[in-house]
């Protein structure tokens, strides 16, 4: 059974930090392109991060450049995502993605999702 599990969300200031993990199980990780979105109270849900099988190619939306960072460890079959100088306008709950192709199919998994809150 797929699954993909978060943790590290919470309360935070404005300017603080947080580190989401996304713990995966039940399908071949190394071979998943990983990502994190978000969606926040009356959005719709938007693409954060990607990172590719390798970590090689890392791509961030316009809005987190330069204060997101996406990992990955497949020995340990988790992605993380470094979050610093953390803004108002981040609050949200925040899902990891993962896509799997295999024979040509592809095969999408979502996590359960978790809430970040930034405010003083």
């Known amino acids: 059974q797929v699954q993909l599990v978060e943790s590290g969300g919470g309360l935070v200031q404005p300017g603080g930090s947080l580190r989401l993990s996304c713990a995966a199980s039940?399908?071949?990780?190394?071979?998943?392109?990983m990502s994190w979105y978000r969606q926040a109270p009356g959005k719709e849900r938007e693409l954060v991060a990607r990172?590719?099988?390798?970590?090689?190619?890392?791509n961030y939306a316009d809005s987190v450049k330069g204060r997101f960072t996406i990992s990955r460890d497949n020995a340990k079959n988790t992605v993380y995502l470094q979050m610093n100088s953390l803004k108002p306008e981040d609050t949200a709950v925040y899902y990891c993605?993962?896509?799997?192709?295999?024979?040509?199919?592809?095969?999408?998994?979502w996590g359960q999702g978790t809430q970040v809150t930034v405010s003083s």
């Open positions: 039940g399908f071949t990780f190394s071979s998943a392109a």
């Open positions: 990172i590719t099988t390798t970590g090689g190619t890392r």
């Open positions: 993605y993962g896509r799997e192709v295999i024979l040509l199919r592809e095969y999408d998994y």
